[in-house]
């Protein structure tokens, strides 16, 4: 592995050590994340890249294809190097159309856990989160049946550590109520900006909060001030919106998605961008 060190440095999940730059690897599966890759090599050429580009926090789930994601790292990356953590989600499948229906009873929880375990090739996932609401984000409502589902799991040591994905503030404290978790994972970018309160109080807990989307998607961040900006800075503005997010607080940790050996590391450069309290003031403006 290259001794590169990435921006932003490492961040702990629970006794998990990981670089605060990661890789979601939904964007691997084929179009609307449903079946194979148009370029399966190239796909695997992506996450072999990552590694060794020094990133060892991979994002996944068994929905992604579905099982198109996982089966993709196992072909790259298996046997794993003891340094790279791989953080999976349960809580949705697939149907025929791609949509993502809730799969939060016990008895799908529990085929989930198994099913990212066969496909990874792991024993134990170092970190499992709950996905909850639905496409239109998070949607109140208690949490205690699914989440004592992933505990008993925990508990049977098929699962390190629990997170949350898609959840409201009123949810984490629930689950907090019941087990520990080290990770929230909700939409969040320089446009969408609805979990401020919640990534600061979580940062206050030692909470890792880790916005998927951070590019916008499937809907590409376009906006004039980040145009502005960025030109200011000679850089791309997926560059800045990475660098925003690392400056805007610790415990920040980036998964952003693509299909290119060159986006990716185009990514890791321009996360490391230095972004003036100017500028990161202009910013600021847009998601307000
Ligand atoms: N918990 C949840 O419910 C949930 C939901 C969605 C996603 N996620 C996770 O979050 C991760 C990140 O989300 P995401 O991948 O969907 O969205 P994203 O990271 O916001 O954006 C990915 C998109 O940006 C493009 N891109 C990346 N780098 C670029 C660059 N330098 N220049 C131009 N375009 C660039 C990619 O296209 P190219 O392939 O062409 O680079 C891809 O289409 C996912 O991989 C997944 O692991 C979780």
Redesign the pocket.
Known sequence: MASTSLPGGTWTLGDLTVTRFGY????LAGPWVMGPPADHDGALAVLREAVELGITHI???DA?GPHVTNLLIREALHPYPASLHIVT?VGANRDQQGGWPPARDPESLRRSVHENLENLGLDVLGLV?L?LGNAEGPQPGSVAEAFETLVELQQQGLIRHLGL??ATPEQVAEAQTIAPIVCV???Y?LAHRQDDKLIDALADQGIAYVP???????S?LQSSVLSTVAARLEA?P??VALAWLLQRSPNILL??????TT?LR??IA?AGLSVSNDDLAELDKIGR
């Not at 979601?24 to 964007?27: D, L």
């Not at 998964?255 to 290119?260: A, L, N, W």
């Open positions: 979601g690897a939904m964007q994002d996944t789930a992604y989600k989160n996905r994905s898609n994972q909700n939409m970018n998927f989307f951070p590019l916008g998607g499937f590409p791309a997926m560059s998964i952003p998605g693509t299909s290119s986006h185009e990514n321009g």
